[in-house]
């Protein structure tokens, strides 16, 4: 367990639909990141977050966006979504925003797009 | 661009050695790492090169050489419980599309 958790689990939806998935840090992480990881392929980085400002954005599509709140948790809202969105999606952290600094991933969020 | 390449799938015999390679093309990043994720499961931190050289951590071994645009990954003494995919990051840092890059990850099959 690492300590980082993500809501919810599993998400079926439609197409054009909207959704917001949901994370928290680990006690004491300041930076959160949110990756894209579809069918049997590597991660993408889409957006990073640090003590509740943007730091960096990565291949994010406009229709996806993100924001941390003051009690450092975030969440990923994605509209007007399509099939190709269907992937897991999971958000990391650490303590100092240092993307080279170990990561500590949560257990992610399946996304279905029918 | 920036690309990173690793081999899709290695298989291995229990108790052996495995190197799993990458290779990139980019320039001026903080360093290496390596991420293990079994399937079903997030991926879990392994290791980090920030320098040339070998980085050893138990049975787990890194090695980057900035020269060859290359690192690679060592599992010695295999166990079951290695089966899993391992992907290769670097950390280019000098543009915020370009901060983060995962390779697509090479699959490990442990044989008995």
């Known amino acids: 367990d690492s300590g980082v958790t993500q809501t919810p689990k599993h998400l079926i939806t439609a197409t054009g639909q909207r959704v917001t998935l949901r994370c928290s840090p680990r006690?004491?992480?300041?930076?959160v990141y949110w990756y894209q990881q579809s069918l049997d392929q590597g991660l993408q980085f889409l957006i990073q977050?640090?003590?509740?400002?943007?730091?960096a954005k990565g291949n994010i599509l406009e229709r996806f966006s993100a924001q941390q709140f003051p009690d450092l948790h975030s969440e990923l809202n994605l509209s007007s979504l399509e099939l190709g969105d269907s992937a897991l999606y999971f958000c990391?952290?650490?303590?100092?925003?240092?993307?080279?600094?170990?990561?500590?991933f949560g257990p992610g969020t399946r996304l279905t797009v029918l | 661009g920036q690309s990173l390449e690793q081999p899709s799938e290695v298989t291995a015999v229990e108790g052996a050695i495995v190197q799993i390679n990458c290779t990139y093309q980019t320039s001026g990043f903080y360093g290496l790492s390596w991420y293990q994720q079994h399937d079903g499961g997030a991926p879990t931190f392994l290791s980090y090169?920030?320098?040339?050289g070998l980085e050893e951590t138990g049975r787990f071994s890194s090695f980057l050489s900035r020269s060859d645009s290359y690192g690679y990954l060592l599992l010695q003494e295999l166990q079951m419980k290695d089966s899993a995919s391992y992907f290769c990051?670097?950390?280019?840092?000098?543009?915020?599309?370009?901060?983060?890059?995962f390779g697509s990850g090479t699959r490990l099959s442990i044989q008995p």
């Open positions: 977050y640090y003590n509740g400002e943007e730091r």
């Open positions: 990051a670097v950390f280019p840092g000098y543009s915020n599309a370009s901060k983060i890059i």
């Open positions: 006690s004491g992480d300041l930076s």
């Open positions: 990391a952290s650490n303590a100092l925003g240092l993307e080279y600094n170990e990561q500590f």
């Open positions: 090169n920030g320098l040339d």
